[in-house]
């Protein structure tokens, strides 16, 4: 007779940094979590904004310590027109200042941040079991869901965190759709050192076929996230380094001095989606299982972690002692859908709605565009007011 299936509060699929966040932070409530995920490499040269609370998330679970050695800090945020449209709008630079921060947070790479939350899943063992293999079935069982999994085993679980990423099984097995969507538009991503400083300033310059964004990635670096036509990015990716610097100094004006590409290169097409539920049953989503949309004004990760900052929230409150019952997944499936939807459908929506508007030769389209940002640039509370809602903050 074989042996009943270990169970845990809860099961979290899904081994990036959605992933392991999660499963740190809900050990943290109190719960104890099944981690289902190969390990990642932690050799990833791409990096990730960390604004707003997304920081205090970190540094609340212990990861920020390890972290902070390698973020390069961001004061300041400039956007530039660099369009030829008839309605162009004016340079805008947004000073953490003015709102009372002293940064808006912080640049970092993928690596270190998956290899620090890796070490706090680590730090959990009492609180986390971590199965390093693939998530393969979902079904119910009694009190809560049954996941096998291609090592043969299989686990229950009260609640299931979906956190493997935009073609996520979970949700897949849960029956969940989503909306999705395209662009025409491919994304170059890199790293590169330059001789100018940049001041702990990010610079997006904004063209007609998306934005060309450069951000702090330590002291003479930045990163480099540059959206065009897909066949504009087939011909930068193949030029050779040199010729590709020269390029990217060109297109932001020598601002920078001169440069050198100094990372491995990779594109990827542009695309948008939501799931149409944040939740069924006892199967909860987070990340990019639940939402994915182009990289502007850095509000993708940030967005995953006020996800799981909700469902740590919820979590919590399910799991105090007092309550002496077990965690009602059902419920707490029931409370994160209906608290996260306006969040994620209002920032997929206002960044597709911004990415259009780059877009677009419809001329009342530039011209609100245009209008929008001269006001952020003559008046204070427009301009925080626009901080605020970039970071999330009430």
């Known amino acids: 007779m074989s042996e009943a299936p270990q169970h845990f509060d809860l099961a979290v699929v899904g081994g990036g940094p959605a992933g392991l966040a999660a499963a740190v932070a809900l050990a943290d409530a109190g719960a104890r979590v099944a981690l289902i995920a190969p390990r990642p490499s932690v050799d990833d040269w791409r990096t990730t904004a960390l604004l707003g609370d997304s920081v205090d998330f970190l540094e609340r679970h212990g990861v920020w310590s390890e972290l902070r050695a390698a973020a390069a800090p961001l004061r300041h945020m400039r956007l530039i027109d660099a369009s030829s449209r008839l309605f162009r709008a004016p340079d805008v630079t947004f000073d953490a200042r003015e709102i009372g921060r002293d940064l808006f947070g912080y640049n970092v790479a993928n690596g270190p941040l998956v290899a620090a939350l890796s070490d706090a899943v680590a730090a959990r063992s009492g609180g986390i079991v971590r199965y390093q293999t693939l998530f393969q079935t979902l079904g119910h069982s009694e009190g809560g869901e049954r996941l096998t999994l291609s090592s043969g085993e299989a686990v229950t679980a009260s609640l299931v965190v979906a956190a493997d990423g935009r073609n996520s099984g979970v949700r897949q097995a849960a029956g969940i759709e989503v909306k999705s969507w395209s662009y025409p538009q491919e994304a170059l991503v890199l790293a590169l050192s330059h001789r100018e400083p ?54 932001c004006g020598s601002a920078w001095g001169a440069m050198t590409v100094d990372s491995p290169r990779q594109r990827w097409p542009i695309s948008g989606f939501h799931a149409r539920q944040l939740a069924a049953g006892r199967v909860v989503l987070v990340g990019e299982a639940a939402h994915g949309f182009p990289p502007i004004g850095a509000q993708g ?81 427009v301009r925080r007011l626009m901080m605020r809602a970039g970071l999330a903050a009430r």
């Open 198 to 251: 940049h001041h702990d300033t990010s610079v997006e310059f904004h063209t007609e076929a998306g934005p060309f964004t450069l951000v702090p990635h330590g002291p003479g670096r930045s990163s480099l996230v540059w959206m065009d036509r897909p066949e504009v990015i087939e011909r930068m990716a193949g030029l050779d380094d040199a010729a590709l610097a020269l390029e990217i100094e060109r297109r």
């Open 301 to 381: 990760f940030n967005l995953t972690l006020r996800d799981i900052a909700k469902l740590e929230k919820i979590v919590r409150a399910d799991t105090h002692p007092s309550t002496g019952k077990p965690l009602d997944g059902a419920a707490v499936a029931r409370s994160y859908g209906h608290a996260r939807r306006f969040d994620v459908i209002g920032r997929v929506t206002g960044v597709d709605l911004l990415n259009r508007s780059l877009l677009s030769d419809f001329l009342p389209t530039q011209f609100v565009r245009a209008a929008g940002l001269m006001l952020a640039k003559e008046l204070g509370p």
